[in-house]
């Protein structure tokens, strides 16, 4: 009976164990998408004055990292024309522990017509207008996605005020929360 008893207490540690570690884990990942991208990651839009933004390149390398290969997926949930841009919504699954969770993302990007043409006018799109608009619009709903997982990703590279996300900080057994408003205008 104190053999079972033993097996029994024994597999009750190991589950708290590795619950904890899920938890460090977890909490080591928060920490980590919580940090601003380093500057090297983030550009200057070509074509909007003061835009800044992650590559695609950028954030498909940061989503290897974090999750692994074959812990991230994306999932196509909608294309479609709207205006003269092609839409693409998108849900961005990812793996943290065994447990798959996700957030959805939408891009969108303009269709290119004929020099001259008015940019509704669906008889005079390019022939690669869809070929290179849908990924162009697939790219910008990833990284929309990914913005949600946090500011390593350029959640608010853009935003001239926010909160940041909550960084417990431990002080003996008490757990203190620090937040502050960030604006980019003070």
Do not use: C
């Not at 509704?120 to 997982?149: Q, Y």
């Amino acid at each position: 009976m104190e053999t079972k008893v033993n097996y029994a207490v024994q597999q009750v540690e190991q589950q708290g164990n590795a619950a904890s570690q899920q938890q460090s884990r977890r909490q080591e990942l928060a920490k980590t998408l919580a940090t601003p991208p380093p500057q090297g990651f983030v550009k200057e839009h070509p074509f909007v004055k003061g835009l800044k933004y992650t590559p695609i390149g950028i954030v498909e390398g940061l989503l290897d990292r974090l999750f692994g290969f074959g812990n991230w997926k994306v999932e196509i949930l909608d294309t479609k024309m709207m205006a003269n841009s092609v839409v693409v919504v998108i849900r961005l699954h990812y793996r943290i522990d065994g447990e798959w969770l996700f957030h959805d993302g939408g891009g969108a990007a303009p269709l290119q017509v004929n020099q001259g043409a008015k940019p509704t006018d669906v008889d005079e799109l390019k022939s690669n207008a869809v070929m290179i608009g849908l990924p162009a619009a697939k790219s910008f709903a990833i990284k929309d996605a990914a913005e949600h997982l946090g500011e390593l990703f350029g959640r608010n590279l853009n935003r001239t005020s926010y909160i940041p996300s909550v960084k417990p900080e431990n002080k003996g057994e008490q757990k203190v929360v620090k937040v502050e408003l960030k604006s980019q205008n003070q």
